[in-house]
């Protein structure tokens, strides 16, 4: 829509408010509303200010104002809002150059896009990734000085299938690693997924399926149609915004944290992906599994900076609980048509050039998706401007490799300080274009580092007190 189309649609709509949701750098939707009143076709030209400092990551204290610049082509009515309610997603712009801000992740996704066309390789990038999560009864949580603890309540658990329960305990419980796929009554979340489904074709999102996945306790995946870059990652943003609403309104709560229960499952985000030109598939050819050399070499450098992808699509220390042999996780640096515990997989669920897709699968659902995807697309396209060649596939099962073979086989990093420390070595490819600027990738390691990494090391837990405390 144009600005003077968003207004008339929020006319038609009865919209009494307007709400404004711009993504942080770590990857959360923020947002504040203002009367419509306020809303003309000037602001899509002038913006709105706000105070970039509380933002985390962000502008320091001294240098807070910024402006959100509203995206006509996002407008919706948002779905969760008492009063009638158009949202859009923004762009973020210094008041003063009234230039992008470089920490902006919608704008690094847009320079990765730009990147793609000014290299001649293609003129599209499509993304489709998997995320799954988790729907719990509730979570508690706390951390202090003298204390520790998380507890997960879920009525679906295997763990409660001894507990008593009103009016009484039916005993159908998804057992460990068996969630994938049971019908009801093992399956309790049908219901609340497809809510979840239609609530997003409200937003423009077109779903494919939605299942429970492997782990107990109501672990879930929706699948979305793949879009543009840029536009999945605006989708993914409403996907999370979605989701926790809807499991909010049922009296349960939602988390993309990709290990949240030990001894079982964690959730990822398989991402597929896929470059076109002229409105013609690359990835489509004659070799491997039925890729293109350009596929076969977008794949080579997705693996050559897989670990220090693994610093953006894998950006937790708990995303390292995940990244382990035994729960179907990515953790070989390998590529492969069936085989799951490859990182990189080509399906070959259809026949069409159209579908041939190369699918990165140690991504996870906590990525901030803008990032996350412009770091492959970037690292894909190393690939294929220098020629790079993959390797051998391995069609093999890789955890059960003799172990003369797999210690032939590289493997992801196995923490976070693992991945950053690779980021900082190897970062020139997401600097071409200037798609990823030093100023982004040291405001990101800093954080990491400050918020995340030293907090963790420094906190004992409970398995330390069941290990160590009567030494």
């Known amino acids: 829509m144009t600005p003077k189309e968003v207004l008339k649609f929020a006319k038609e709509n009865g919209a009494r408010a307007c709400d404004v949701k711009f993504c942080d750098m770590l990857g959360k939707w923020q947002h504040f509303t203002t009367g419509m009143s ?26 807070s104002d910024m402006l959100v610049m509203p995206d006509p082509k996002t407008a919706v009515m948002d779905p969760f809002c008492a009063e009638p309610t158009l949202t859009m997603i923004c762009d973020i712009l210094d008041p003063v150059t ?30 489709g ?30 763990w409660t299938s001894g507990s008593e329960e009103a009016p009484s305990n039916l005993g159908h419980k998804p057992r460990y690693k068996e969630g994938y796929f049971p019908v009801s009554p093992n399956d309790t979340q049908q219901d609340i997924r497809t809510e979840m489904l239609l609530t997003m074709e409200k937003v423009g999102i077109i779903v494919e399926k939605q299942h429970h996945e492997v782990a107990t306790a109501g ?11 840029v536009e999945m990652g605006d989708k993914l943003m409403w996907f999370k915004y979605i989701v926790k609403n809807v499991a909010a ?42 890729l293109s050399e350009l596929g076969l070499s977008y794949i080579a450098g997705i693996m050559k900076h897989a670990y ?27 590529y492969s048509a069936r085989n799951r515990s490859a990182c990189c997989r080509i ?34 396209l190393d690939g294929v401007e220098k020629k790079l060649k993959p390797g051998e596939p391995l069609d093999k099962n890789l955890y059960h490799l003799p172990p003369q073979e797999a210690k032939k086989v590289k493997q992801l990093p196995g923490s976070l300080p693992e991945a950053l420390a690779a980021l900082d070595a190897d970062h020139d490819f997401l600097k071409k274009g200037d798609v990823f600027t030093d100023d982004l990738i040291e405001a990101w390691t800093s954080w990491k580092v400050e918020n995340e990494i030293d907090p963790i090391r420094l906190k004992p837990t409970a398995m330390e007190f069941e290990l160590y405390y009567d030494v």
């Open 38 to 63: 306020e809303i003309s076709e000037e602001t899509f030209e002038e913006g709105l200010g706000f105070d970039g400092s509380s933002i985390r990551g962000w502008q320091g204290i001294q240098e």
């Open 98 to 127: 009234r230039k992008p801000y470089s920490r902006d992740p919608r704008y690094v996704a847009k320079k990765a896009i730009q990147y793609l066309k000014k290299s001649g390789i293609g003129d599209a990038a499509y993304f």
């Open 129 to 158: 990734p998997e995320p799954e999560f988790f729907i719990f009864d509730g979570v508690r949580y706390a951390s202090g000085v003298q204390h520790s603890f998380y507890y997960i309540d879920s009525r679906e658990g295997w």
């Open 219 to 229: 672990q879930a995946e929706i699948d979305m149609r793949f879009m543009d870059l």
């Open 249 to 290: 309104k049922a009296g349960k709560t939602v988390t993309f944290m990709p290990k949240p229960l030990y001894g079982d499952n964690g959730s990822g985000m398989h991402t597929h992906q896929s470059i076109w030109k002229g409105g013609k598939p690359l990835f489509a050819g004659e070799g491997y599994a039925g």
């Open 308 to 334: 220090a992808l693994c610093a953006i699509v894998a950006p937790t220390v708990n995303s390292y609980r995940r990244l382990v042999p035994g729960y179907e996780a990515p953790v070989n640096i390998a």
């Open 347 to 380: 399906p070959l669920y259809s026949p069409s050039p159209k579908a041939k897709r190369v699918e990165v699968r140690f991504p996870d659902p906590a990525c901030n998706p803008y990032l996350a995807f412009a770091a492959m697309l970037m690292a894909g």
